[in-house]
């Protein structure tokens, strides 16, 4: 039997894929065709809306992260941090797109970017707030049982408070691996002077891949005793 595929939800869109997801709101958030000045906006376009969209997601993980914490709930925090950092990493993996783009290219469609910057990225901003409060979260639930970074085992698996540790760690190197990256495209594509020239956008890049949200698990780690191995 043919199944039926009328629209059964509200709204306007021609089918129940097109009304849920929003596709003629999505695919028409693109420069159209005769609005474009070089072909590779959409290419532009696509890895930094579908940047924002990813980096929307992290952001909420992360903040639903945080709440569980507060509520003690430390193995759900965790699995949601790991979610975070599987969407940073996929942000981080479609910086391969713009690799397809020359110098060139990147600055013939510069007019139509206006002052615009990857700095003013609201998705970043929101992520950068909520790591900032995950780890005032995590150092208040330490605090309150009485310990502090420099007393977890990054080895001791059974304690969710070190479990989470560890993933707060991996979330700070996919953030790291992110700005890497990002600088490295920033150099072969945007045309920038090296790190070494001072004030430049390069150097600044370069220095914050060295940031970290939680520099106290960090430096905790420096001083952390292994577990026993047998
Ligand atoms: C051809 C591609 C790109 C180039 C040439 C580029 C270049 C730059 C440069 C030079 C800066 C330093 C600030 C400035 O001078 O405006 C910057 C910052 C930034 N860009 Fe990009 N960018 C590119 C793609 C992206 C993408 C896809 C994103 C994703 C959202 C992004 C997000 C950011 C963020 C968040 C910053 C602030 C730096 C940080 O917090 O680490 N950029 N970018």
């Given at each position: 039997m043919?199944?039926?595929?009328?629209?059964t939800l509200p709204g306007s869109g021609a089918t129940d894929y097109a009304r849920y997801m929003r596709?003629?709101?999505?695919?028409?958030?693109?420069?159209?065709?005769d609005e474009v000045i070089h072909r590779d906006e959409l290419l532009f376009q696509v890895v930094?809306?579908?940047?924002?969209?990813?980096l929307k997601l992290a952001a909420a993980e992360v903040t639903e992260t945080t709440a569980r914490v507060t509520a003690g709930d430390l193995a759900t925090a965790q699995?949601?941090?790991t979610r975070a950092a599987l969407a940073v990493r996929l942000v981080t993996d479609q910086l391969e797109m713009l690799g397809h783009l020359s110098p060139g290219d990147f600055q013939a469609m510069?007019?139509?970017?206006?002052?615009?910057s990857g700095?003013?990225?609201?998705?970043?901003?929101?992520?950068?707030a909520a790591s900032r409060?995950?780890?005032?979260?995590?150092a208040d639930h330490l605090a309150?049982?009485?310990?502090?970074?420099?007393?977890?085992?990054?080895?001791?698996?059974?304690?969710?408070?070190?479990?989470?540790?560890?993933?707060?760690?991996?979330?700070?190197?996919?953030?790291a691996l992110w700005r890497f990256r990002h600088y490295q495209v920033a150099l072969r594509v945007g045309g920038h002077a090296p790190a070494s020239t001072p004030n430049s956008s390069a150097a600044v890049l370069a220095k914050l891949v060295e940031h970290r949200f939680f520099p106290e698990l960090w430096q905790a780690r420096l001083h952390s005793p292994g577990t026993d191995p047998l």
């Open positions: 043919k199944r039926d595929k009328s629209p596709t003629d709101v999505l695919l028409g958030l693109q420069r159209q065709p930094h809306q579908s940047s924002e969209l990813w699995a949601l941090l510069q007019p139509a970017l206006g002052n615009g700095a003013e990225s609201p998705g970043w901003r929101h992520v950068q409060k995950l780890g005032r979260a995590f309150a049982h009485g310990t502090t970074a420099v007393d977890l085992r990054p080895a001791d698996r059974a304690d969710p408070a070190c479990r989470l540790a560890e993933t707060m760690v991996e979330w700070d190197e996919r953030v």
